[in-house]
């Protein structure tokens, strides 16, 4: 009886099998993490190139050179200001996969000054994350 | 006769013989080595150039704001002409300056702009042409073409100083505003 479980003890049989389980479950930890940051990263671009869509709209179709509001061919929408045609377009562009998508607020004026755009994303793969990212123009 | 070393000393002098020699605890020194020259220097040069890689995306889009400003603005409109001396005016230049400043919340004197903004000038054939002369006058297709290049500088200061990793960041945006 002794013997038998002494020699099991020293047994080694098995053994990369069982580090190649520990290794492995480490390897998965480490490609899914990158899987995850890659996404993270892929959104957190598609979002800059949102807000900025939406802030180079505003600036286009800013209050001095077009004082009765955006050009009806750039904005479909029924009662179209600056930030909601701004964000309209944004979200078009780029957006159409966030889930709360771009925002525009005009400040300042009136006609306004200033348009500040935001874009946030709840991102949910292993754990959730929470990107914003955001942009303020000058519309004079 | 011999002289017999005391039992306690002979005693410790086999045991450090054991201790020494062994191999007991390599693989926690090799996983040392590892982690302070190899692993823990990969993650901190990783995150740096994480932080890099965004600063300089943030700051290209910045400038392509003050662009953006340069074309649409009604300041820059009427304050960018090819035959003044300068050609961006003051009024227009700091426009520009502050709408790159004010996109993305730089904290003030994060960045530096150049002194004065360069225009470049082509005609219809994308070939240049000294800006203030006439395409149809040098009988090349017109209209005149006037670009504006629209540039800010930034520190990055890493939080560990590798050679590799470069300590300033340059932002620049062509645009054509005529």
Redesign the interface.
Known sequence: MTRKRSSLCRDEDGEVAVEGAVTMLALMFLILGSVQFGLVFWN??TM?LAV?EA??YA??Y?P??YPSGPPAASCSLASPTLATCAQAWGNQNWGNNFGSGVSCTASGGPPAT?MTCTATYTFSFINSISLSRG????L? | MKRQLPSFVSRLVRWHRRDLLGDDGSVAVELGLLASFFLVPLLLGIIQYGLYFNATQSLAAATRVGAEYARDSTTCQSGIQILLSPPVSAACNTGIQTAIKNSMNYPSGALTFPASLPLTCQCDDQTAITCGNSCAAASRPAPNRVFVTISATQTFTPFVALWTVPTTINGVTDIRIQ
Do not use: A, C, D, S
């Open positions: 957190w671009n800059l900025e802030g180079r600036m286009l800013n001095t050179n200033t942009i303020q123009v000058p004079i």
